[in-house]
């Protein structure tokens, strides 16, 4: 569900809600789920997915697989959202005050 029905570009807000709506629909957030949703768990995947995008080069400097590294970077996406929302964050707000922030920084 990469764009609504007028083919525009989903907000953070609307992609973190089909993400809540994948969850729920899976039955991960239920109390007795194996899967439990807790932002520890969240950000435990989060490593793992981002190791999963690292393998891709491994040995190189371009993936040999664009469309499974646009999976992984999908899971990367997703597991942030989840974990941002999970902890109250707003990271539309966070992605924002941080690039305001490295502005001002200096990497010499």
Wanted: avoid cysteine.
């Amino acid at each position: 569900m990469p764009t609504d029905s007028n083919s525009r570009a989903l907000t953070l807000a609307e992609l973190t809600e089909a993400m809540h709506a994948f969850v729920a629909a899976k039955g991960w957030y239920a109390p007795d789920s194996a899967r439990a949703q807790t932002p520890r768990n969240i950000a435990t995947s989060l490593a793992i997915e981002v190791g999963e995008v690292l393998e891709h080069f491994q040995w190189g400097e371009v993936s040999a697989d664009p469309g499974a590294l646009a999976g992984e970077l999908a899971d990367v996406a997703l597991y942030l959202l989840q974990l941002a929302s999970l902890s109250g964050i707003d990271l539309q707000e966070a992605i924002l005050a941080k690039l305001a922030v490295n502005y001002d920084r200096s990497w010499d």
